[in-house]
């Protein structure tokens, strides 16, 4: 049976803006609840697996910064099978407890399924291409270029970690 896509749009932007709604209020229970039960996480160089370690994964990871506004882009969806694929634009602004910030700038790329009447997300993975000063004046990271989409990285590929 084809999904309906255009309820299918509309579940998954819902999912990241409570995404982002969990990581703007430091709230590690409902950012874990964005994902699958199954769900995976990959991000820094962690690949966490599961509700409750990515819950753990995301409270020590909030837990750097004193506050992380997401600014989500539009999603680029394709239908595959029972799930949809997608990948999405992503600007991070943090707050560092010492009292600098930092902005990042980054690409996720979803698997998306519904679950228990919601989209959720069986898989992310985050590629990020800056984070350094507000003013841009850091390097770029030179990760890979997965091509339009939808090209992605493969399922054996680790994310990358900013080299101080």
């Known amino acids: 049976m084809a999904l309906d896509m255009i309820a299918a749009d509309f579940g998954i932007r819902q999912l990241h803006a409570r995404f982002a709604d969990a990581v703007w209020r430091q709230d590690a229970e409902s950012f874990a609840a ?3 039960s199954a769900g995976t996480w990959k991000i820094a160089g962690l690949d966490m697996q599961g509700r409750e370690a990515i819950q753990t994964g995301c409270g020590q990871l909030l837990g750097r910064c004193t506050r992380i506004h997401l600014v989500i882009g539009q999603p680029i969806l394709i239908e595959e099978g029972a799930c949809v694929r997608g990948r999405l634009g992503v600007t991070e602004f943090a707050w560092m407890p010492d009292g600098t910030q930092f902005i990042t700038f980054g690409q996720y790329h ?8 919601a989209w959720r997300f069986a898989e992310r993975f985050w590629s990020f291409k800056y984070r350094g000063p507000i003013d841009l004046s850091a390097p770029l990271v030179p990760t890979p270029d997965y091509g339009a989409f939808p090209g992605a990285p493969g399922p054996d590929e680790e994310t990358y970690v900013r080299k101080a």
């Open 34 to 36: 964005c994902w699958s």
């Open 110 to 117: 979803d698997r998306y399924v519904e679950e228990a009447g």
